[in-house]
Nanobody, 121 residues
Framework: QVQLVESGGGLVQPGGSLRLSCAAS????????MGWYRQAPGKQRELVAA???????DYADSVKGRFTISRDNAMNTVYLQTNSLIPEDTAVYYC???????????????WGQGTQVTVST
């Protein structure tokens, strides 16, 4: 089995920062792209940032210059550094990873359980 566990969410004031982490564990052979998504109440889930196994990154326009995605391939972990947070960043943040398990030849998308980020005074 494969599991993704997120941490680092919380309540922060506007202008503050949080660092989200997502660790993948289980019978993993390889991880391709990893990414962070978010879903605010009443809205669809949207891509925030993604990173390939080689380190190439992509960001939603709304977070460019404020958020930074990174990963530690040895630890099967992806991070999201969020700076200059604004109330519109309030959402549940989910990580996703494209993972190949042992005894398989294909990749499957796995999701974490989500971590709440609330930006408010």
């Amino acid at each position: 089995q494969v599991q993704l566990v997120e941490s680092g969410g919380g309540l922060v004031q506007p202008g503050g920062s949080l660092r989200l982490s997502c660790a993948a564990s289980g019978n993993i052979v390889k991880i391709n792209a990893m990414g962070w998504y978010r879903q605010a109440p009443g809205k669809q889930r949207e891509l925030v940032a993604a990173i390939t196994s080689g380190g190439s990154t992509d960001y939603a326009d709304s977070v460019k210059g404020r958020f930074t995605i990174s990963r530690d391939n040895a630890m099967n972990t992806v991070y999201l550094q969020t700076n200059s947070l604004i109330p519109e960043d309030t959402a549940v943040y989910y990580c996703k990873a494209e993972i190949r398990r042992r005894s398989t030849w294909y990749f499957t998308d796995y999701w974490g359980q989500g971590t709440q980020v609330t930006v408010s005074t």
